[in-house]
């Protein structure tokens, strides 16, 4: 038969408990004061002795730092996006109202000037409650529960499986925090306890600290919450989401109630502040402060991009965890290169150039980037679609960026067409050729073993199978200046160029100033543009919308490359500066061979895009692939270069004829027969760059090298005088020629009647890469 057990040491009953309350607070001291702690509860320790049990633990305890949201904030010092896991923003105790401070005193620790971080009479008082009804009544001071929430804050930094939440504390938790409040009262005055508990403890959902929780439900600073919110915000504090006013305003304001009934019985309050108080409705006027990148609205893109930037470098932690800690917990304030006003102009070009809730834009998408000649800050970084999961209902919302690589967050860009076509330029100025010179683009199929001079390649040469890379326009087979063949983007002049030069000039120009293909053949991930294949040469590469806005920048700095850029600063909260990559610019091209060639490329954007919409001197190049999924306009002042871009994302693939937008319907309406970059991309640049170039320096792009003045012919003789007329004859046919191919390629460019130079061809190139570029445009 079990012996019985004694009523005095029987922890089920209610004279047992107040016995093993006295017993233990006898033991334990001071301390120890206010725990009920059972005999088992000793033992389980394995200690003896109350004496044991504290002098066992440490007399204080590491305090690590206290969450902080970081913040995003544009070139201007405006605010971009917030990251948090939990929603704080300190301040320091003369900015908290009054009126909060004796709310929370009164009803959280009415003693709290009075004791030593202990409070014997508020034990004693919920011993006896807690022993006599059902109910539980808490006794922990306001000291207590700071050093709580401190514990907490600790296990959660370090990642650590032990809990000391409410609710899961067993005794060595309680008489450790006994013995840690104590300690905190010798290291703190009781206003920086009070401060340090304000700014820590949790008010609602992710909503840390009064200042936040001020901002959250009243939208006003902690400084100016008057009586009644102070009130409110103080109940909220034993149970913040069943107090919540939002979802449970009976119950807040019945909370709210006692609270002010705490105050005017303690003497925080007047009986008039009291009964105005508490005949006053709730007031809630609550904000949001969302975290992340969905909440940057128009700036989300960018936002995005900052973030990958953030969580793939080491200079913010060894590992990405150690990196989402700091961006989610370390307060920095991380400053960048965003005109955050311009982003918004070109979010909503982009939206205007391809509606992103039309029913008939599914996978038909809209890109703008822009960034600045001579620092490669990242000017703005916008697209038409909303930055948010994708909807089954809308294809307008996506996480993916346009503009950037896959790593950071991007589709991997898209072919550039005939935005390649001035490398190859360069590199006939490069092999001392000029811009007057003639071509002669008669040649339309390049056979089988066709030899490519390709310095870097084994053998010093490539070949090709067979290549018809076509143009749009008959009447462009012919001789004709280099000039006049990138004007109007003719393929053959630009292949013809890429046969008298070294295939590895052309890569090297792009790979030099940025330009990397995001998805070559033959390797997991991105290179450097490949000159084996010579069909690179009219745009077979997939390049990046921000790539493209920084290569061409080069050309409006007179050669001089700039890396871009998109981060100027990081500090944390404690002052901590961390290393960001500063602005990097290199000459890379020559730059009388840029000014050359800005020659062309000012008349493309002056003549056949802009046409007088854009203040100049302006300058780009159209670009577009078969069948239109990828088009591009790139163009530039001295002040901002911004690359234009409009296709499809999933339907890429220009083998399937399906994808192509040449017809389809877009926006909506029925496009035009012949879709390229003057239908879509090149109206959204003018658009968008009509009012940007207006905020930056717009200079000369330099001098053009001048053709030699021919030298006067001899006088014929007698019987040459009928071989000269004749010649004079062809001379002006070949003329006519031209301006008859001229007029017939801007009526039939894209079928709009708005003229590409030469529209789009169907040639079928049979290189064993992947197909080609083969617009004119």
Same mark, same amino acid.
């Given at each position: ?68 949201? %970081? ?23 003369? @900015? ?12 959280? @620790? ?16 919920? &011993? ?23 514990? =907490? ?11 000391? &939440? ?11 925090? $006994?013995?840690?409040? *104590? ?5 703190? %005055? ?11 403890? $949790? ?5 840390? !600290? ?55 019985? #303690? ?39 900052? #973030? ?62 822009? =960034? ?18 994708? %909807? ?145 040469? /009219? ?36 002052? #901590? ?40 001197? /302006? ?15 790139? !163009?530039?002042?001295?002040?901002? %270069? ?32 012949? =879709?390229?970059?003057? #239908? ?23 001098? *053009? ?68 570029? @083969?617009?004119?445009?």
């Amino acid at each position: 038969m079990a012996a019985k057990k004694s009523p005095f040491f029987d922890t089920a009953t209610t004279l047992g408990k107040i016995v093993a309350f006295f017993g233990i607070s006898a033991l334990c001291g001071v301390l120890a004061a206010g725990m009920l702690v059972p005999v088992a509860a000793i033992a389980k320790t394995g200690l003896t002795t109350g004496n044991n049990i504290v002098s066992a633990l440490p007399s204080t305890f590491e305090k690590l730092p206290i969450p902080e949201p %970081s913040n995003v904030l544009d070139s201007e010092g405006k605010l971009i996006a917030t990251f948090y896991e939990q929603n704080r923003d300190p301040v320091d105790l003369e @900015d908290i109202s009054p009126y909060m401070r004796k709310a929370i005193v009164s009803v959280e @620790d009415e003693r709290f000037y009075e004791h030593s971080g202990i409070d014997p009479k508020g034990i004693a008082r919920a &011993v006896i409650s807690n022993a006599t009804s059902s109910s539980r009544s808490g006794a922990s001071t306001l000291t207590q529960q700071y050093v709580n929430n401190l514990l =907490v804050n600790n296990q959660i930094l370090t990642g650590s499986d032990e809990s000391t &939440v409410s609710g899961s504390k067993d005794y060595s938790d309680k008489i450790r925090e $006994l013995k840690y409040a *104590v300690a905190i009262e010798k290291e703190m %005055s009781k206003d920086e306890i009070l401060e340090g508990y304000l700014n820590l403890v $949790l008010f609602s959902g992710r909503e840390y !600290g009064v200042q936040a929780a001020a901002q959250r439900f009243f939208s006003v600073d902690a400084k100016d919450l008057n009586l009644q919110q102070s009130a409110m915000l103080a109940g909220m504090v034993q149970l913040p989401n069943v107090y919540n006013p939002l979802k449970n305003p009976e119950r807040s304001l019945d909370r709210r109630n006692k609270v002010l009934g705490n105050m005017y019985r #303690t003497g925080a309050i007047t009986k008039k502040e009291y009964d105005k108080a508490v005949k006053s409705d709730l007031g809630e006027d609550p904000s949001s402060s969302a975290s992340g990148c969905m909440a940057a609205k128009d700036d989300g893109y960018f936002c995005d991009y900052i #973030t990958n930037l953030i969580l793939k470098d080491k200079n913010f932690g060894k590992t990405k965890e150690d990196r989402e800690n700091l961006l989610f917990r370390g307060g920095m304030t991380i400053k960048t290169t965003l005109n955050s006003a311009l982003n918004k102009q070109a979010a909503k070009d982009a939206r205007e150039a391809i509606d992103p809730n039309a029913k008939s834009n599914e996978d038909i998408y809209s890109s703008l980037v822009s =960034v600045e000649p001579g620092t490669g800050n990242i000017l703005t970084m916008a697209q038409n679609t909303t930055y948010a999961p994708k %909807s089954e209902e809308t294809g307008s919302r996506t996480f993916y960026n346009f503009a950037v690589e896959s790593r950071l967050g991007g589709a991997g860009g898209f072919q550039g067409g005939s935005t390649m076509k001035p490398f190859t330029t360069l590199a006939w100025l490069d092999e001392g050729n000029h811009m007057y010179d003639k071509i002669n683009a008669k040649k339309e199929l390049f056979t089988a073993g066709d030899k490519w001079r390709a310095s870097c390649l084994p053998g010093g040469q490539t070949y090709t199978a067979k290549w018809e890379p076509k143009n749009a326009s008959r009447g462009f087979y012919r001789t004709m200046t280099v000039d006049t063949g990138l004007y109007w983007s003719i393929n053959s002049a630009t292949v013809q160029e890429a046969k008298k030069v070294d295939l590895c000039t052309i890569a090297d120009y792009a790979t030099k100033i940025g330009l990397i293909d995001q998805k070559p053949v033959g390797s997991e991930g991105p290179a450097p543009i490949n000159p084996a294949n010579p069909s690179f040469v /009219i745009g077979t590469a997939s390049v990046t919308p921000l790539a493209q806005a920084a290569a061409f920048a080069t050309f409006a700095n007179k050669g001089e490359y700039c890396e871009p850029r998109a981060i100027t600063s990081v500090v944390d909260k404690d002052g #901590t500066k961390y290393k960001v990559p500063k602005q990097n610019c290199s000459q890379q091209i020559n730059p009388q061979y840029v000014a050359d060639l800005n020659g062309t490329l000012k008349k493309i954007a002056t003549n056949r895009v802009s046409k007088g919409q854009v203040a100049g001197p /302006i300058a780009g190049k159209t670009g577009t692939n078969n069948g239109a999924t990828s088009t591009w306009f790139v !163009g530039y002042s001295t002040g901002i %270069s911004s690359a234009a871009w409009v296709g499809r994302l999933k339907g890429q693939g220009e083998e399937e004829k399906k994808n192509w937008l040449h017809g389809k319907m877009i926006n909506d309406e029925r496009a035009p027969k012949m =879709v390229d970059s003057s #239908t879509y991309a090149a109206p959204l640049w003018v658009d968008f760059m009509s009012k940007a170039v207006q905020q930056y320096e717009r200079n000369s792009f330099g001098s *053009v090298s001048k053709a030699p003045k021919p030298k006067p012919a001899p006088k014929p003789k007698e019987d040459d005088e009928d071989k000269e007329e004749d010649s004079k004859k062809e001379d002006s046919e070949n003329e006519d020629s031209k301006e008859s191919d001229d007029d017939k390629s801007e009526a039939t460019g894209n079928g709009n009647g708005n003229g590409n130079g030469n529209g789009q061809n169907n040639s079928k190139p049979t290189t064993p890469a992947k197909p080609g570029d @083969d617009s004119d445009d």
